[in-house]
């Protein structure tokens, strides 16, 4: 189809109104790297023919409060997104274990997107739409506008990661191209978190 793709949802709603329970400076940076990857995204989308794109999801997975930053239908592919602003530095992940520049780095191990994927292949089951490629990439903005911070030896537990500029330059490598399945997307839906379900062309 040469129709435009649509959006849904927020880019850093959850970070915005829940800034309470950490630092508002940390919350502010983190939206700030969503944000950064949602321009990308929505160009994307606003293409003939684009992509899907929605932001600020819940992980069906009974007791899972973390959320998914945005999640893009390419066709029949969901490719479920974890954007981050990380400090400068060469991320290394090694037996499982991730260092910044040497230095342990634990917050990198987190396993979201791991669970993010096994709730949404799920969540897909459920909607009887099994034939769906599912994959995840973290996406790692450098805090500081010079220095970047090298993702290339960094594994992600259930993920590919890439940097933000890397992603910036061949988006749809990442995320596939083409209109979103229609019943990919009404399956969808119900989990974005933010009022704005009803999508902007």
Do not use: C
């Amino acid at each position: 189809s040469s129709l435009p793709g649509v959006v849904y949802g927020t880019a850093g709603g959850s970070l915005a109104s829940d800034a309470a329970w950490v630092q508002k400076n940390a919350a502010r940076i983190g939206a700030g790297g969503e944000r950064l990857t949602a321009s990308i995204l929505e160009r994307l989308a606003a293409r003939p023919g684009g992509v899907t794109v929605m932001h600020d999801l819940d992980i069906p997975l009974p007791g899972f409060a973390a959320n998914i930053d945005h999640v893009v239908v390419a066709g029949r592919q969901v490719t479920l997104i974890d954007s981050k602003v990380w400090r400068s530095g060469i991320y290394r992940t090694h037996a499982g274990v991730t260092t910044r520049s040497g230095k342990p780095a634990e917050f990198a191990d987190k396993r979201t997107l791991k669970a993010g994927i096994d709730g949404y292949r799920r969540h897909l089951r459920i909607h009887n739409l099994e034939d769906v490629t599912l994959r995840a990439v973290l996406i790692a903005w450098s805090s500081h506008p010079l220095l970047p911070a090298v993702v290339s030896a960094y594994t992600p537990v259930g993920a590919a990661a890439v940097s933000g500029w890397r992603f910036r330059l061949s988006p749809a490598a990442w995320v596939g191209k083409g209109a979103a399945d229609p019943t990919l997307v009404a399956a969808l839906l119900p989990l974005v978190r933010t009022e704005n379900k009803n999508g902007h062309a």
